[in-house]
């Protein structure tokens, strides 16, 4: 298939990409760079299936010949971003999706959406069901991400509802891996890069609040099985395995062998206390679940870490 991947220099993206061509696909990459990164492809630089445009998404563009399938994964995700770019993370939500369906539309393609657990805001419903409409502050800090989301799902079931057009959502929990920005704000680069250097890991809170951590080639694999079924409604794509930060800062500090100490802040406004997906859905109607243990993820993601 030719499958066109908006935000194709980020983080969870760029891997997307690198899965594709490994199943033969060709792929046309879009990014504008805004929070994305050119070395993430650098590798693909002579990758005859691959090419990459530097694209506004939210702007008119083209893309010429058939396409088979849109992936539409454009959007700053980490709170250091979008909290930095919030009307450009508003922007991409709506504007950019709306091009992107307009894309898929025009083409006859299939579309797929990366949403976020985001969208379940602080959840009073635990582990989270696709069926939860979610606890979300619709004018606090972090809003400017959970309704762009939840805008983009609303679009692209009406483009599903108006035009017939075959979508997919995909709801994206906490996702780590090599690629990752250090300085991205968001908890796995946060702690690796303190732990790495002998500082002090910060935990915000007591650090009893939970997330639930997917190693990215698992994320990439629900994603791609996503995109190959008929599926049309939100599915959660996340590992279910529950921990603590406070614990999680300690794995950290284990497996660099770090001697930092942790040290406490108060929390950020509207940070959920609980994160767990419920992916029933996902194993029943994809066939999938999470492979990748913590501690052997962890490892690869440090090994990188420590490679820059």
């Known amino acids: 298939m030719r499958i066109v991947v908006s935000g194709a220099a980020g983080f969870i993206a760029s891997h997307m990409c690198d899965r594709l061509l490994a199943e033969s696909h060709t792929v046309v990459g879009l990014d504008n760079l805004l929070t994305g990164s050119s070395r993430n492809l650098a590798h693909l630089a002579r990758e005859p299936r691959f090419s990459f445009v530097e694209q506004d998404i939210t702007r008119p563009f083209t893309v010429a010949g058939p396409v088979d399938s849109v992936l539409h994964l454009a959007s700053p995700a980490s709170p250091k971003d979008y909290l930095e770019h ?18 898929a539309l025009s083409k ?81 680069p946060a702690f690796l890069h303190q732990a790495l250097r002998g500082l002090p890991i910060t935990v915000f809170g007591s650090g009893s609040q939970t997330r639930s951590f997917c190693y990215v080639s698992d994320l990439v694999d629900g994603l791609y099985r996503l995109m190959r079924s008929g599926e049309s409604y939100p599915v959660n794509l996340g590992n279910p395995r529950e921990m603590t930060i406070l614990e999680f800062a300690e794995e950290i500090r284990r497996l660099t062998g770090s001697a930092s100490e942790i040290v406490f802040q108060p929390l950020p406004e509207d940070d959920p206390q609980r994160r767990q997906p419920d992916i029933g859905k996902a194993r029943a109607l994809l066939g999938w679940q999470p492979l990748v243990q913590l501690e052997e993820g962890l490892s690869r993601t440090v090994d990188y870490f420590r490679s820059l």
């Open 86 to 103: 919030p009307i450009e993370t508003l922007d991409v939500g709506s504007l950019g999706t709306r091009r992107m369906l307009e894309l």
């Open 108 to 188: 006859g393609a299939r579309f797929l959406l990366t949403s976020t657990s985001e969208c379940y805001g602080d959840p009073l419903v635990h582990p989270q069901v696709e069926t939860y409409w979610g606890n979300v502050n619709p004018v606090g800090p972090r809003s400017c991400y959970d309704e762009s989301k939840r805008f983009a799902e609303a679009l692209t079931m009406a483009y599903r509802r108006a035009h017939g057009l075959p979508t997919a959502i995909a709801r994206i929990f906490n996702t780590y891996g090599p690629r990752m920005k250090l300085d991205d704000g968001r908890v796995v």
